[in-house]
């Protein structure tokens, strides 16, 4: 029988392997924390008709335009993305990865997507619908409980 501390050993589990990943990818890749944000949100939007733009990743970041800005101009300069003129409004940009499918870069930055993909499959509609429920439940409660605990902290994040 599973019981409820087998559930939040798995969980404690699965945040440390998460945080062990990411500390890799970062090393690995030379980057930062935002950093990656921007590409996987990048990545995960390639196919998407809605285009990226730098105001788009500042809310998405919490960030002033400027940081954006400058976390663009870094990864430009290191050839992870390029900006590219907006259909229609040549007075604004697009950002686009520019990370090829094959790279080992795009493997490790969707470490974590790759792997809940594969163990989703493996689940019935159903299943799947529980553990979206409760992983849900489990970070709108994490974020409850640090707003009560620190509400500066709360008011200072977006959403």
Do not use: C, Y
Not at 131 to 144: I, P, T, W
């Amino acid at each position: 029988m599973t019981t409820e501390d087998d559930v939040v050993k798995a969980v404690s589990d699965l945040s440390e392997s998460g945080a062990a990943s990411e500390r890799i990818a970062l090393h690995s890749l030379g980057i930062g924390p935002n950093d990656a944000r921007v590409l996987r949100f990048l990545l995960a939007r390639e196919d998407d008709a809605e285009p990226v733009t730098p105001r788009v990743l500042s809310e998405m970041l919490g960030i002033s335009s400027a940081a954006t800005t400058a976390l663009i101009d870094r990864l430009a300069d290191a050839g992870w993305v390029e900006r590219v003129p907006f259909p229609g409004d040549r007075r604004s940009v697009v950002v686009r990865a520019t990370i090829d499918d094959a790279s080992p870069a795009r493997l490790l930055l969707s470490v974590r997507h790759s792997s809940v993909a594969e163990a989703a499959s493996r689940l019935g509609a159903a299943e799947r619908r529980v553990v979206a429920e409760f992983l849900d439940g489990v970070a709108r409660g994490e974020k409850e409980h640090i707003a009560r605990l620190n509400p500066q902290t709360a008011e200072s994040r977006p959403a």
